[in-house]
């Protein structure tokens, strides 16, 4: 019940188009979903947070939508460039607020 | 500088040979938690600790320990190493009050067990 399920795997697109990844969880008390970004041979970092009182969040070119009812959320990033290619992983922090599951991550290749 | 630190940063050793990768934050911050990283696999948790004293497993505990004597330090101890282990470690640390939602990581540890 407390996994998370992130798609696509990979995902490869043109510089300037937008990217989206989405991922589902099951545990209907999870209150917070971030999205972190790895990039080769990095720690992961924090980019984007939404917690579960709010629908969408956005911080420029990225953006974060949460429906709480369908237990998804997903990670938007619009005018992507080459330095948007990184691996990125979403999380939800489940019931009892202790553990943070991530998804498996996608691998975002954005080429010139 | 607030920060998360681990050391080593790279370390080869044998099967059944005793090691501690330490894990080191400035931020006077209660939780603490260790991850495995694997390709395809994401983070999993290994243990984390909500304070001094106070610790408890995670997802993939089996063949690892932990200690938390102190509240800036929380070592993870590999007592007989075997190649199962070999993988990228993060140390990550985060409040438990106020803003108590964003985890900060180190540099992360890659550890090879032959």
């Known amino acids: 019940g407390e996994n998370v399920e992130q798609h696509p795997s990979t995902l490869s697109v043109q510089e300037g188009d937008s990217a989206v990844i989405k991922c589902t969880y099951s545990d209907s008390a999870s209150n917070y979903f971030p999205w972190y970004k790895q990039e080769l041979g990095k720690r992961p970092q924090l980019i984007i947070d939404i917690r579960s009182n709010v629908g969408e969040k956005k911080d420029q070119r990225i953006a974060v939508t949460l429906n709480k009812t369908a237990k998804h959320f997903s990670l938007h990033i619009t005018e992507t460039q080459p330095e948007d290619s990184a691996v990125y992983f979403c999380?939800?922090?489940?019931?009892?607020?202790?553990?943070?599951?991530f998804g498996a991550g996608t691998r975002l290749a954005v080429h010139p | 500088e607030a920060q998360v630190t681990q050391n080593p940063r790279y370390l080869i050793t044998v099967t059944g040979k005793k090691l501690t990768v330490t894990c080191s934050q400035n931020m006077n911050h209660e939780y603490m938690s260790w991850y495995r990283q694997d390709p395809g696999l994401g983070l999993r948790q290994i243990y984390y600790s909500m304070n001094v004293e106070v610790t408890d497993k995670g997802d993939v505990p089996e063949g690892y320990k932990v200690s938390r004597k102190e509240k800036r330090n929380f070592p993870l101890i590999l007592e007989s190493p075997s190649p199962n282990q070999t993988s990228l470690y993060f140390c990550a640390s985060r409040p438990t009050s106020g803003r108590a939602y964003e985890q900060f990581f180190g540099p992360g540890t890659r550890l090879t067990v032959l």
């Open positions: 999380a939800h922090r489940t019931g009892g607020y202790n553990k943070l599951i």
